[in-house]
């Protein structure tokens, strides 16, 4: 049904451009090509200058050819490191690294599952609504090209972020909201010999206030994490500063914020105990996103994993990713399990039948989002 060679083809292609993150420009050329070739609108956002890189993200469009709601479909065009000078190698059906860097198949193996969709629409003259295309840059930092991302322009009534891992047929209906925190600590550096009562140890107080918090899995929809550490100068000085640097996630909105705020305490408490101050910031990264099986989005997916002979597998995450920003700006959206296998490390693979299920998959999905406003 689908061409699994040329899909192929051009995921390896994808993948020789280098896009870590903040540096997407080839890509989003490359994309630009492509999408044009299909006969698509594409343009590019501001979101490049707002984060002062030199690419925005890229919408393209597909105007329907039948009723029903306008599908937002999304991968992203950037990569964690290290990601540059990547060398695919294709065997038994697998496609990995060389082994020196990442694939980069997060995330391009989605876009080259959407690509392989729109050009399988345009050869069939298949029915679909309007198609809302978007590759967005920076994900893998903070999803911040999402939400730089234009939103006046979009349509998009449902969404679909082809950016999980997981074998296709699993749906994510369910992700945390994510704080980040920063506490820097300051004391008061004095000689370690000669008058180690006149200092105030930034990194004794860090201590204290990091072995008296909870950290890890908190509970199945809850996790902490302490994951930066940095301060003093050397073994004979009492370090005046360290910053610590950690997270909290939940899929309840309210225990993520009970987390962050016993990370606060704590450290307030142990650096006003020791006579030292101490600075902490909080970002709210994302917010939790938790749909419900009813609506739209979802059974539409479920429809469509059936139709592929997929198990639809409803499941909730301990990330997040694009589908967080597009739920957050009132896109009810679902990322969905590509097989993308051990992201983010050197060990990244995909299997090529993952893909092509995949692609069939999001060919159903158009095809049941005509008919999902009757019924
Ligand atoms: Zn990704």
């Known amino acids: 049904m689908i061409n699994s060679e040329r899909m192929t083809n051009e995921f390896i292609e994808m993948v020789k451009i280098d896009s870590v993150s903040g540096k997407e420009r080839a890509m989003a050329d490359f994309l630009k090509l492509k999408l044009r070739e299909l006969g698509m609108e594409a343009y590019e956002d501001d979101a490049g200058k707002t984060l002062n890189s030199g690419t ?174 940095s301060g003093g100068k050397a073994t004979n000085i009492v370090p005046d500063s360290v910053l610590v640097q950690g997270e909290t996630r939940s899929r309840s909105r309210i225990k993520k914020d009970m987390q962050t705020r016993l990370i606060i305490e704590k450290f307030k408490e142990v650096a006003l105990s020791h006579g030292a101050k101490v600075d902490i910031t909080v970002d709210p990264l994302y917010f939790e996103y938790n749909l419900d099986l009813e609506q739209q989005v979802v059974r539409v997916a479920v429809a469509a994993a059936e139709k592929s002979g997929l198990i639809p597998k409803i499941k909730s995450t301990g990330g997040g990713s694009d589908a967080n920003i597009f739920n957050e700006m009132g896109i009810p959206s679902v990322a969905l399990g590509i097989g993308m296998t051990n992201v983010h490390t050197t060990e990244e693979l995909i299997s090529i039948k993952d893909m092509e299920d995949c692609c069939i998959f999001l060919l159903n999905i158009i095809e049941a989002a005509v008919s999902a406003d009757s019924n």
């Open 56 to 229: 925005g993200n890229i919408i393209a469009r597909l105007p329907g050819n039948a009723q029903g709601p306008t599908v937002l479909i999304s991968a992203h065009m950037d990569t964690v490191e290290p990601g540059v000078g990547i060398k695919p190698i294709i065997k038994d059906g697998i496609v990995r690294s060389s082994g020196d860097t990442i694939l980069g198949g997060d995330n391009k193996a989605g876009i080259a599952i959407i690509l392989e969709a729109v050009r399988k629409i345009r050869e069939n003259n298949i029915r679909h609504s309007e198609l809302e295309l978007v590759f967005t840059i920076y994900e893998e930092s903070g999803l911040l090209g999402a939400k730089n991302l234009e939103y006046r322009t979009l349509k998009g009534d449902i969404g679909y972020v082809l950016d999980s891992a997981g074998e296709p047929g699993v749906i994510i209906t369910s992700a945390p909201a994510q704080d980040v925190i920063s506490a820097n600590i300051i004391g008061k550096s004095a000689h370690s010999g000669f008058c180690p009562e006149e200092g105030v140890n930034a990194i004794e107080i860090a201590a204290k206030a990091i072995a008296a918090l909870e950290i890890g899995r908190i509970d199945e929809e809850t996790t902490t994490n302490i994951g930066v550490i």
